[in-house]
C-alpha cells in the first residue's frame, strides 16, 4: 500500500527509473543465484589453478593436464585432451565412467583432464577452437590436433573415437 502511494506521486520519468533499477536488480540476483547453483564449491582454488590432488597413481592412463604431460603421452601412445569443467554434469558422468574402468584404458592410451574454465581462453584453447566443455582432442606428438569431437558419454565411446 505504501508503495502503490509512494509511486503514484513519483512523476512518469522518476518511474521509469526505479522500474529499470527494480529490473536490474532483479536480474543480477537472478544471475548470482542461478550461477551458484550449477557450480560446485571451489574452496580456496582460483580459477587458474588446475586440480593436482586426483587419487591416481603417477602411472595412471587418465591424468591432469600439463604440457609435459602431454607431450610425453603422445610420445608413447595415443594423447587426449579432455576439456572438463566441474560443473559439467556430462563431464563428471564421463569422469567417473573412466575413473570406474581405469583398468580398460589401454596402455598406449593417456586421457589428459584438462581444466575448461582454465585453458578454454588461452593458447591451448585458442588453438583447438575450444568452444564448450565436454569437448576431447586427440593430439600427436608435435601437439598437433589429429581429432576433435565432443560428447563421448563413456570411456568406451571415447576410446572409439581414437584413431
Same mark, same amino acid.
Given at each position: 500500500?505504501?508503495?502503490?502511494?509512494?509511486?503514484?506521486n513519483i512523476d512518469m520519468n522518476s518511474k521509469t527509473w526505479l522500474w529499470i533499477v527494480v529490473a536490474l536488480? &532483479? !536480474?543480477?540476483?537472478?544471475?548470482?543465484?542461478?550461477?551458484? &547453483? #550449477?557450480k560446485e564449491p571451489v574452496g580456496d582454488t582460483t580459477q587458474q589453478e588446475i586440480d593436482t590432488t586426483d587419487s591416481q597413481s603417477e602411472d595412471s592412463r587418465f591424468i591432469n593436464y600439463t604440457p609435459e604431460a602431454a607431450l610425453a603421452a603422445a610420445e608413447e #601412445? @595415443? !594423447?587426449? &585432451?579432455?576439456f572438463h569443467a566441474p560443473w559439467c554434469p556430462t563431464c563428471r558422468a564421463l569422469e567417473a565412467d573412466i575413473n570406474d574402468h581405469l583398468a580398460d584404458i589401454p596402455e598406449d592410451v593417456t586421457i589428459l583432464k584438462t581444466d575448461y @574454465?582454465?585453458?578454454?581462453?588461452? @593458447? &591451448?584453447?585458442?588453438?583447438? #577452437?575450444?568452444?564448450i566443455q565436454h569437448t576431447l582432442v586427440q593430439v600427436d606428438t608435435e601437439g598437433n590436433q589429429i581429432k576433435k569431437w565432443s560428447g563421448s558419454p563413456t570411456l568406451s565411446s571415447l576410446l572409439g573415437e581414437i584413431v
Open positions: 500500500m505504501i508503495w502503490t502511494i509512494w509511486i503514484t536488480a &532483479l !536480474a543480477m540476483a537472478s544471475y548470482f543465484i542461478i550461477g551458484a &547453483l #550449477g #601412445g @595415443d !594423447a587426449v &585432451l579432455f @574454465d582454465t585453458y578454454r581462453a588461452m @593458447d &591451448l584453447g585458442k588453438k583447438f #577452437g575450444i568452444t
